[in-house]
């Protein structure tokens, strides 16, 4: 390295910054490099070090590797401290694993470490991922009792929690509450909230909280416009959602995959399937076809029962170098579900197994739906029972 060839000795917060460098950059590789290039120069790895290794991985959603480096820094006696614990509960929280979070949580309070407001608002945002808003609110409580005043980070990733539950109310009573207690939601409040509403198909509430965004001042992002799209989608309002991709490109902004994504099932929903085509056909011209993108086509074309179309699509996934998600199996077992074609559905669930992607409660009830006698039933009963034993845990503590 040019700093130890000037005979200048590196500290390690020098170390820390290059980390940070070569994974913003995507070179985990040389990231990895400097911890061992310190290691050779006899200066161990700190908490400052292996943090800013951890935080690296993190955005770049290196999750294994990231829980690889957590437990050998545990093995290498290397202290933890407040930002190592937090990063690891936002770690396992974005790899949808809670409860490996409160673990985590846990075991940072049985070492004496003090959480902060990011820590406790981390732990919320991964239980408000998977909609356990029970949960998220006894962390916030909890958080409070701890003497910290909630943010506006706090409130909306409780607001979050609601929202992924279905509980649009809920969402809304924290909104205002937020407001009461003197803390002025941000943008992103405004985008939970439209959220909130568009999952429980009340589009009008969706559109309502839009509008008071920009009543307040704010410039709606992609974000917003894209969550606007999906509110409409969702109900099949086609004609809407091409009015709100006009206000989008008016406003100066490149729709994304997700907002195309949104007029995607839009047409879908709406029956619209020739204009869903040339979308689609637009959007793998220009490679903004995404796996989500082939999910809303597979789901549309089982649902009319094209099953040779929806067979395409999903052939798709793969030539176009994207993994099938569980979204995308269940979607094509879906089609032969409704055929009430059992055998085949069950043998897409071995297949969807063997390519690594494991069945979700959405991948049962439509096993359940291919059912045509009670002793099929109890066949699906018992996969979904071997589902629940044997839960895949990506990672472990």
């Known amino acids: 390295m040019a700093l130890l060839d000037a005979q200048c000795v590196p500290t390690e917060d020098t170390y820390a910054l ?14 990895e490099g400097v911890i061992s290039e310190m290691r050779e120069h006899g200066i161990p790895p700190n908490a400052t070090v292996y943090n800013a290794y951890l935080d690296g991985l993190l955005k770049a959603r290196c999750t294994e590797k990231a ?20 990063l690891m509960i936002n770690v396992y929280g974005k790899a949808k694993q809670p409860m490996s979070s409160m673990k985590v949580f846990n075991e940072m309070k ?3 470490c003090k959480p902060n407001i990011c820590t406790y608002t981390a732990l ?10 029970e949960k998220a609110e006894e962390v916030f409580e909890e958080m409070q009792q701890a003497g910290h005043e909630p943010d506006v980070y706090a409130y909306n990733a409780l607001m979050e929690a609601y929202s992924r539950a279905g509980l649009p109310q809920g969402a809304s009573e924290i909104f205002s509450l937020m407001q009461h207690m003197g803390c002025e939601p941000d943008r992103a409040s405004y985008n939970i909230l439209v959220d909130a509403y568009g999952r429980a198909g009340l589009h009008e509430d969706a559109e309502a909280v839009f509008e008071e965004l920009k009543q307040r001042g704010m410039s709606p992002t992609m974000k917003s416009h894209m969550l606007l799209l999906a509110a409409h989608a969702r109900s099949g309002n086609a004609a809407r959602c091409e009015e709100v991709m006009a206000q989008l490109h008016k406003s100066g902004l490149t729709p994304d995959t997700f907002a195309l994504n949104a007029m995607l ?4 929903r709406a029956g619209r399937l020739d204009d869903m085509e040339r979308l ?13 993108t082939y999910n809303v086509a597979v789901n549309a074309y089982g649902r009319a029962g094209y099953v040779g179309r929806m067979e395409a699509a999903f052939a798709a996934v793969a030539a176009r170098g994207l993994a099938a998600d569980v979204v995308t199996w269940t979607a094509r077992m879906g089609a032969y579900a409704r055929r009430k074609e059992y055998g085949r559905c069950v043998g897409m669930v071995e297949e969807m197994v063997d ?18 006698d009670e002793r099929q039933v109890e066949q ?8 629940h034993k044997k839960p895949k845990t990506l990672f472990t503590i």
């Open 280 to 292: 689609l056909a637009a959007m793998e011209r220009r490679g903004d076809a995404d796996v989500g």
């Open 124 to 133: 919320v945002n991964a239980f408000a991922r998977e909609g356990l808003c």
């Open 380 to 387: 699906v009963t018992a996969i979904v029972r071997s589902m």
């Open 18 to 31: 290059l980390l940070r460098a070569y994974c913003n950059a995507g070179s985990l590789h040389r990231a």
């Open 110 to 112: 049985s070492i004496g």
């Open 355 to 372: 390519a690594g992607c494991y069945p979700d409660a959405g991948t049962a009830r439509v096993l359940l739906a291919a059912c045509s």
């Open 265 to 268: 099932n839009a047409y879908a």
């Open 67 to 86: 829980v690889e480096v957590y437990q050998r820094m545990k093995r290498e006696r290397c202290r933890a401290n407040t930002e190592t614990f937090t």
